[in-house]
């Protein structure tokens, strides 16, 4: 089975092929590009830079957040086109899903806490262990996640763990370090993580893909405010 995945819950983003859970290529988009004009050609480019056409693909796979609310809204509305042209499966994949199968790894059994930077002097946060989810997604202060945390050892990762990555070892000393590299590219990782629901039947119809967003955006907030008046 060939995935096609695409992860534009960074700044650079990325996109990849994947095929019986092995990734065949990965590659960093152009940061200096903003995601509108990038896209489709990146996917274009990769596939035919691995000989391959949108024909040969079996399924597509994109990251749903968190992150940019304008980078995930044009990622997955690329991705859906895509896949209601080809009449074939997209899979959405949480950001921070993919950051923690990544660090499982390096963890070597400890757990891993995924931060992704939100700006604004904070991040969106979650928890695993074992692979498993212990902590649902939150954005919050990382003073505030930290000190919430008890002195099992912890593995962070992502680019809120870079930014931060002070601050996460002055904090809470040998218990918790900063995976190398903190901020891996995601869409390899998305598109094993996407052959793996396909192959189980948990592909959702393309059209019922959404954001996760964490924080709300700024025009919900803005709408809710101007009611209150």
């Known amino acids: 089975m060939l995935i096609l995945a695409l992860?534009?819950?960074?700044?650079?983003?990325?996109?990849?092929?994947?095929?019986?859970?092995?990734?065949?290529?990965?590659?960093?988009?152009?940061?200096?590009?903003?995601?509108?004009?990038?896209?489709?050609?990146d996917l274009m480019a990769i596939l035919e830079r691995s000989d391959l056409t949108l024909a040969d693909v079996d399924a597509f796979a994109v990251a749903t957040g968190p992150g940019s609310f304008t980078g995930l809204r044009i990622g997955i509305a690329t991705m859906q086109g895509l896949a209601f042209a080809a009449g074939k499966p997209l899979v959405g994949v949480s950001g921070l899903d993919a950051l923690a199968r990544i660090g499982e790894l390096e963890a070597a059994g400890d757990r891993v806490a995924t931060w992704v930077d939100a700006w604004r002097g904070e991040v969106y946060a979650a928890l695993y262990s074992g692979g498993r989810e212990i902590e649902a997604p939150v954005v919050a202060a990382p003073e505030n996640l930290l000190s919430r945390l008890d002195g099992a050892p912890t593995l962070f990762i992502g680019g809120g763990a870079g930014t931060y990555r002070g601050l996460v070892v002055s904090r809470r000393g040998g218990a918790c370090r900063v995976a190398t590299p903190a901020t891996p590219l995601l869409a390899g990782t998305i598109a094993i993580l996407a052959g793996v629901a396909v192959a189980a039947g948990e592909a959702a119809p393309a059209h019922a893909i959404r954001p996760l967003y964490v924080r709300r955006t700024d025009a919900e907030l803005a709408r809710d405010a101007r009611a209150a008046r």
Not at 17 to 25: E, K, M, Q, S, Y
């Open 7 to 41: 992860d534009t819950t960074t700044p650079a983003g990325s996109c990849a092929l994947a095929a019986d859970g092995i990734v065949l290529r990965e590659e960093a988009s152009d940061v200096s590009r903003p995601p509108a004009e990038r896209l489709p050609s």
